[in-house]
């Protein structure tokens, strides 16, 4: 008869855990850390499964390498092991510590959880899973609250979220007398506007290391190191969250939509990369910007308006994951859309001026703000056609703050209404007037953004209007596209003819020969 092992517990750590207060170690908080060993596994396997951005890389593993040497400071036994997979170093580790159980936070990915299950009946104790606390939110209690209601609209969670957590209200009214300033938040850039330098981090010796590894083995990846400034620390971490509300939060509200030619990151906080790592908590973000306004200087327009994406767009993208994910919404695809993702994407070698612009500033940074990913690259995906699937492992590949349970809701759902309307009440869909309102790209375009058809007419618009044609019997069910749809009435059947066949030869002339096409599935295994 085998007895279980009766050792210390240990705790491993995910590379999107890197909190001191993860719910792991703060489930031990009563011991001492020299009695509680951990471990954290740079895995590889993991790098090479997609085609994950090199900032990316370069980010997770600095950002661990330097929390496992902040734990080692702070007392606990830390072993940091470089491997190919997972199941070995936890093995040894387990058997070495003689474990008698290996806590370990809910990874925040459905697909990884399989994995943990996989691996737990290979280690010789069990793996304990405690709920994720990186977020306002459990997954039980968004479950909860979505289940039997007739409409699931982020507008009614954010309301229940700052009733619930008690932010930005005045008893049982929201503070200014209005839930939600977006009307005001919607203006295009301004010449002239100088804005903020963001914080820069040069790369110390933890990070070169990275650097140097990321380079070498894994250097085919998607993006480019000739710079990397991130922060990888808590304590940077932290500095940006300040130098946001001191110099940026003032201003982000009204103009959090804009766009701007050689400006990549405007009045953006930059901040999603370290709440996904878990190096800052939403709560702190939220009750800095909170606190900011309540002593003043801040309006609540630049408040309520960053409040929102946390409180309300990341915490409603994650918890429609935790509740649709297991019903199959990974494989939405309400237009049956099925092109292929234009190697441009990849290359970013397009005359569109504005994808241009996006696509290289993505190469550069891994980062691009959420109307760019919205109503730019979304918005091409869906009005020209490309399969949803392609597009949202794109998204993944590329983005530095990207994980499974962002980029499913956020692009299926938000970007390309593949859903069928559960996430939102109508395809964010705009033609090139849009862009042109928003941003000055159109102003340095080969492309007219006025023109439907021609030579010069640009892609936008031709997508837009054909995607209306093709689609018009499902979007006359949505009630807010009704009004939209009248302007095919009073289309002559010439221009129809026109908008369609130029949509059809973008498509004839865009098909890559196999040589072009990169990369392939079989590069990095999905």
């Known amino acids: 008869?085998?007895?279980?092992?009766?050792?210390?517990?240990?705790?491993?750590?995910?590379?999107?855990?890197?909190?001191?207060?993860?719910?792991?170690?703060?489930?031990?908080?009563?011991?001492?850390?020299?009695?509680?060993?951990?471990?954290?596994?740079?895995?590889?396997?993991?790098?090479?499964?997609?085609?994950?951005?090199?900032?990316?890389?370069?980010?997770?593993?600095?950002?661990?390498?330097?929390?496992?040497?902040?734990?080692?400071?702070?007392?606990?036994?830390?072993?940091?092991?470089?491997?190919?997979?997972?199941?070995?170093?936890?093995?040894?580790?387990?058997?070495?510590?003689?474990?008698?159980?290996?806590?370990?936070?809910?990874p925040a990915d459905i697909p990884f959880r399989a994995e943990v299950e996989k691996l737990g009946s290979t280690l010789p104790c069990p793996i304990v899973l405690l709920e994720n606390n990186h977020f306002?939110?459990?997954?039980?209690?968004?479950?909860?609250?979505?289940?039997?209601?007739?409409?699931?609209?982020?507008?009614?969670?954010?309301?229940?979220?700052?009733?619930?957590?008690?932010?930005?209200?005045?008893?049982?009214?929201?503070?200014?007398?209005?839930?939600?300033?977006?009307?005001?938040?919607?203006?295009?850039?301004?010449?002239?506007?100088?804005?903020?330098?963001?914080?820069?981090?040069?790369?110390?010796?933890?990070?070169?290391?990275?650097i140097q590894k990321v380079k070498q083995c894994h250097g085919q990846h998607f993006g480019s190191l000739t710079r990397f400034d991130w922060a990888v620390t808590r304590s940077q971490a932290l500095q940006v969250l300040e130098h946001f509300i001191q110099a940026k939060l003032p201003h982000f509200g009204p103009w959090q939509d804009a766009m701007q030619t050689g400006e990549d990151f405007l009045y953006h906080a930059l901040l999603s990369p370290y709440l996904n790592l878990g190096l800052l908590t939403p709560q702190e973000v939220v009750a800095a910007a909170e606190a900011a306004y309540t002593q003043g200087g801040i309006p609540i327009t630049s408040a309520e308006g960053f409040i929102r994406q946390i409180l309300g767009?990341?915490?409603?993208?994650?918890?429609?994951?935790?509740?649709?994910?297991?019903?199959?919404?990974?494989?939405?695809?309400?237009?049956?859309?099925?092109?292929?993702?234009?190697?441009?994407?990849?290359?970013?070698?397009?005359?569109?001026?504005?994808?241009?612009?996006?696509?290289?500033?993505?190469?550069?940074?891994?980062?691009?703000?959420?109307?760019?990913?919205?109503?730019?690259?979304?918005?091409?995906?869906?009005?020209?056609?490309?399969?949803?699937?392609?597009?949202?492992?794109?998204?993944?590949?590329?983005f530095i703050d990207s994980y499974d349970w962002v980029m499913q809701t956020n692009v299926l759902g938000m970007g390309l209404f593949a859903d069928g309307g559960l996430l939102a009440s109508k395809p964010y869909a705009a033609s090139a007037q849009y862009i042109h309102k928003m941003s000055d790209y159109c102003r340095n375009c080969r492309y007219n953004h006025s023109e439907k058809v021609g030579e010069h007419a640009c892609p936008f618009n031709i997508f837009y209007w054909d995607f209306l044609l093709r689609h018009r019997s499902l979007l006359a069910s949505l009630g807010r596209m009704r009004l939209v749809l009248v302007h095919l009435d009073r289309m002559e059947s010439e221009l129809i003819a026109q908008i369609q066949a130029q949509a059809a030869a973008w498509w004839e002339r865009l098909q890559p020969t196999p040589s072009e096409r990169s990369p392939s599935p079989a590069q990095f295994v999905r």
């Open 1 to 106: 008869m085998t007895t279980a092992p009766t050792g210390p517990e240990g705790v491993w750590i995910l590379g999107d855990q890197l909190h001191p207060q993860q719910a792991a170690l703060a489930s031990l908080a009563a011991l001492v850390p020299e009695r509680i060993p951990v471990i954290l596994i740079e895995s590889s396997t993991w790098a090479d499964r997609r085609n994950y951005h090199q900032q990316k890389l370069v980010l997770v593993w600095s950002a661990m390498r330097h929390f496992a040497q902040e734990l080692r400071v702070r007392g606990y036994p830390v072993t940091y092991v470089e491997s190919d997979g997972f199941a070995e170093p936890l093995q040894a580790w387990a058997k070495q510590e003689q474990l008698s159980q290996i806590r370990l936070m809910q």
């Open 136 to 210: 306002f939110w459990t997954s039980r209690s968004f479950i909860d609250w979505a289940t039997g209601r007739k409409r699931l609209l982020m507008e009614d969670f954010y309301r229940e979220g700052r009733k619930r957590f008690r932010i930005l209200m005045d008893g049982n009214k929201p503070l200014g007398g209005r839930w939600n300033y977006d009307r005001e938040n919607r203006k295009p850039p301004k010449a002239g506007i100088r804005y903020p330098t963001p914080l820069y981090f040069p790369p110390d010796a933890l990070t070169q290391a990275v």
């Open 313 to 398: 767009w990341r915490e409603y993208m994650r918890g429609l994951y935790e509740y649709q994910m297991p019903k199959g919404y990974n494989q939405n695809n309400f237009f049956d859309h099925t092109r292929p993702l234009p190697n441009f994407f990849w290359t970013t070698d397009t005359d569109m001026a504005c994808l241009q612009q996006t696509l290289k500033q993505i190469h550069r940074h891994g980062y691009a703000h959420h109307i760019q990913r919205l109503m730019l690259l979304s918005n091409f995906a869906l009005i020209s056609g490309i399969q949803p699937q392609a597009v949202e492992a794109w998204f993944h590949d590329v």
